[in-house]
């Protein structure tokens, strides 16, 4: 673990180092932004463009509210937001396609990904999608492309609303745009605004490297901030209530998130990835926003978060695990730690289901994960942690304190544990025993247990448990 964590700090240095020497290099270009009504896309833009052809500098959009559509920020920019000014994004999805256009920096015809649209996980044969660079699937607020040294900085009161865009052949048919949508882009920093009512994920990543997200709020929408195939990323100080997962993706390295406050209706993590560290943080539900495929047909036409009552916005799981085959996953997923963190009224505490009946967790299996200090309350259903028969889990916890809602059958119910580590724990409202075995898990190895006997009893049934 020490050396993990020196690892963490090391990345956390590089990327300090790297955002320190962007900065001093960009040229001191300055380019302000004000209010004028109407259509603000097209000056904002302009000023981008600006920014960029002199070599770097900052744009800054004073208070005001401002009317856009798709932008595309580009290398070597700082965007500002002054207090009190919001990005007001068009509900109109089919205004965001805008990189077929670009002749600053024009986008290879590969990137495109021309007449495709979404289509369920179950039935798909590509995933052209979502792999795609400039598919409508990835289109945003504002897309950051192959780009260096970008920033995006918001002072208190600033805000990026998505107005819960719809799009009828978006994802599951409704979603619309994401808020951020990043690619291929390296030192990159995110931190002091607030994104809300995003018609998918707030913030989107692939194939980045060196980037920190920090006391951001992220209200409403999907996922707050979902990576995949990305290295040395922070989250730190940030406070998401999303409909959807708070922190998500996989095939992610040297990951940390710090000092969150995460409220969730679905999954405060969902996430694979190797070196990762999530420390210091709040979760909790049920979610002050509903997840949004839960509402009436009308209601997400309309971009409503539903009357009191309506919607799904219990949280399901601390932790659920996140490999898929959208992705060929780079390296083999482990060594994730969870330490000094509370959660209350989940459904689950772990959900780990490599069994197979998953679409979310059948590429490469989970090899090792930890919990450190975790305190759990209101949880509602057992621990689920299912392994692979050729990469057996390693499962530790040490200082936890679990307590569940309703009575349980068991503590945990899995299979394909190759260790499991249990010390100074301490379990209410279990009423069986430690395990529920349907195979291939090793016994505990216990010190300090209370509330349930260290003990693992093969089930007598097929295995069952709902998906998430």
């Known amino acids: 673990m020490e050396v993990a964590r020196r690892r963490f700090l090391a990345a956390g240095a590089a990327f300090a180092l790297a955002a320190g020497l962007a900065a001093a290099g960009a040229a001191p270009v300055e380019i302000t932004v004000r209010p004028s009504g109407g259509d603000a896309t097209g000056k904002m833009q302009r000023a981008f463009d600006e920014c960029f052809r002199a070599g770097g500098g900052t744009v800054v959009v004073e208070r005001g509210e401002y009317a856009v559509k798709g932008l595309r920020l580009r290398s070597n920019t700082t965007l500002l937001l002054k207090s009190g ?29 021309p007449g495709v649209v979404w289509v369920r996980p179950r039935d798909r044969k590509t995933n052209d999608h979502i792999l795609k660079y400039a598919s409508r699937w990835n289109n945003a607020i504002i897309r950051i492309l192959r780009a260096r040294n970008v920033r995006i900085v918001g002072e208190p009161g600033s805000a990026i609303d998505g107005c819960d865009s719809y799009d009828p052949v978006g994802e599951e048919h409704f979603r619309g745009v994401h808020g951020i949508s990043v690619h291929a882009s390296t030192n990159l920093a995110f931190s002091g605004y607030t994104i809300r009512n995003t018609g998918n994920w707030a913030h989107l990543l692939k194939d980045c490297a060196d980037a920190r997200f920090e006391r951001l709020t992220i209200l409403g929408g999907h996922d707050g901030i979902h990576m995949s195939v990305c290295d040395r990323v922070e989250i730190a100080d940030c406070t998401m209530k999303t409909g959807d997962d708070c922190v998500a993706g996989f095939d992610n390295e040297d990951v940390v998130v710090r000092g969150c406050s995460l409220n969730t209706a679905c999954s405060a993590f969902r996430f694979g990835g190797r070196r990762v560290l999530a420390e210091n943080c709040r979760c909790w539900g049920p979610g002050e926003f509903p997840i949004r495929n839960s509402l009436p047909k009308a209601d997400r036409i309309s971009g409503s978060h539903g009357t009191p ?22 390296h083999q997923p482990g060594d994730i730690t969870v330490r000094n963190c509370s959660v209350e009224n989940a459904e689950r505490f772990l959900h780990y289901n490599f069994s197979g009946n998953e679409t979310w967790q059948k590429n490469r299996p989970l090899e090792s994960i930890r919990f450190e200090n975790v305190t759990a309350q209101g949880l509602k259903m057992s621990l689920c942690a299912y392994g692979d028969p050729e990469t057996r889990l390693s499962l530790a916890m040490k200082g936890c304190r679990f307590s569940f809602a309703k009575p349980q059958r068991e503590f ?41 006997k260290p003990d693992v009893v093969p089930a007598s049934e097929p295995f069952k448990v709902m998906p998430i």
């Open 85 to 113: 000014a919001v990005l007001k994004a068009s509900r109109d999805c089919n205004d965001y396609d805008i990189l077929a256009n670009d002749t600053l920096e024009p986008v290879p015809a590969d990137d495109f990904a």
């Open 309 to 330: 009552g309506t919607g799904r916005r219990s949280m399901l799981a601390l932790f659920t695990y996140y490999s898929d085959f959208t992705l060929k996953v780079r």
């Open 412 to 452: 945990v119910r899995g299979a394909y544990i190759g260790s499991l580590l249990l010390e100074d724990v301490s379990v209410e409202g279990v009423e069986g025993p430690c395990v529920r075995s349907w195979g291939g898990v090793a016994a505990p190895t216990a010190n300090g247990v209370r509330g349930v």
